[in-house]
């Protein structure tokens, strides 16, 4: 019997891609050519299963050219690269990397609020720059991290990690904002307050964004929630682009309503606003907030499993949706 057949869409760690072969026959990208959705959909039109990196859009267009395709294992956490309602229609199969990355994810994130608060790369700058001459009461003077508030919008699995980091190891008073109030229990283990969104707007000292995005979250962080931040505030996010209005963030930053900002992911990355990159009290990663090579490689392991297991008719590890009529017939 022939193995089913699969696409990896991005260059990934050769030994899952070795892993995935005893199971089927693949067509990998190790090239890390970047396909047009054009593209993408050609090589997709004789494969049973693929494997993403969150990029790749799979919408009602790419299925339907693509009726072999039965399931689509993302190696992120989001996967709003997904049309999770055409896959589900479709007969086909989501899957994404919960868990395996939130503790990663949520170092960055602190790592993020601390290198803003502290000013940390805008300072290095001036150092490598050659300006630093003498020691003065007020260079590069930020804003306190242990003790502030924190505030957290979106509370799942990584926000919670972030709320333990704040409280636990910077005794800070963590306040947050979710769809859904968290359970007591874990709302008292996080040491964390539920508020409106006012409230975290107005009260966060420094305020991390880790909410999904949605057509509902885009611009959740547009001009108007940015002023109602604190003068000395710091904004992070590390969700996804899109949940914050960029060029207003930039014009915030610029006119100093609030103190600085620090941005894993942007809008229509990797492209970056340029005017974000004209204001020197923001600091900009690109989008590495899971890279560690172990977290890396559990996310690859992961997807790679979801494959493994959904073609060979068991249940997927960590589906995000359930197809009414699979296309695939489970045993
Ligand atoms: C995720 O897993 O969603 C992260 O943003 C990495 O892409």
Redesign the pocket.
């Known amino acids: 019997m022939s193995k089913p057949r699969i696409l990896i869409a991005r260059k990934i760690f050769p030994e899952v891609i070795e892993r995935l072969s005893q199971h089927f026959d693949v067509e990998a990208n190790q090239d890390d050519m970047l396909w047009s959705d054009a593209e993408l959909t050609e090589r997709l039109k004789d494969k049973d299963g693929a494997l993403t990196?969150?990029t790749q859009p799979i919408g009602a267009e790419l299925l339907a050219a693509c009726p072999r395709l039965k399931i689509v294992a993302n190696?992120?956490?989001?996967y709003n690269n997904f049309d999770v309602a055409a896959m589900t229609a479709a007969g086909v199969l989501g899957t994404?990397?919960p868990d395996v990355?939130t503790e990663t994810?949520a170092d960055f994130g602190f790592a993020l609020l601390m290198a803003t608060a502290r000013r940390v790369t805008e300072s290095e700058h001036y150092l490598r720059a050659g300006k630093w001459t003498r020691w003065s009461y007020d260079m590069f003077a930020g804003t306190e991290v242990h003790g502030s508030t924190l505030g957290i919008l979106g509370m799942g699995r990584i926000g919670q990690a972030i709320a333990r980091r704040g409280a636990h190891g910077f005794g800070m008073n963590v306040i947050y904002h979710n769809r859904s109030r968290l359970a007591p229990a874990l709302e008292a283990e996080c040491k964390a307050r539920y508020v409106s969104k006012d409230e975290l707007l107005a009260n966060a000292d420094h305020l991390v964004l880790v909410l999904p995005y949605t057509p509902e979250s885009h611009h959740a962080m547009g001009a108007a929630e940015i002023a109602r931040m604190k003068p000395t505030a710091t904004l992070i996010n590390i969700a996804?682009g899109g949940i914050v209005d960029d060029a207003a963030l930039a014009q915030a930053l610029k006119d100093r309503t609030i103190a600085a900002a620090g941005l894993d992911?942007f809008e229509g990355e990797p492209a970056v606003n340029p005017w974000l990159l004209q204001v020197p009290n923001v600091v900009l990663t690109p989008?590495i907030?899971?890279a560690t090579v172990k977290t890396r490689l559990k996310?690859s392991d992961l997807a790679a499993d979801n494959l493994i297991a959904y073609l060979a008719g068991r249940a997927p590890l960590t589906p995000v949706n359930e197809p009414a009529h699979p296309r695939l017939s489970r045993n």
């Open positions: 990196t969150g190696m992120t956490v989001g994404n990397t990355l994810t996804r992911v989008h907030a899971s996310m």
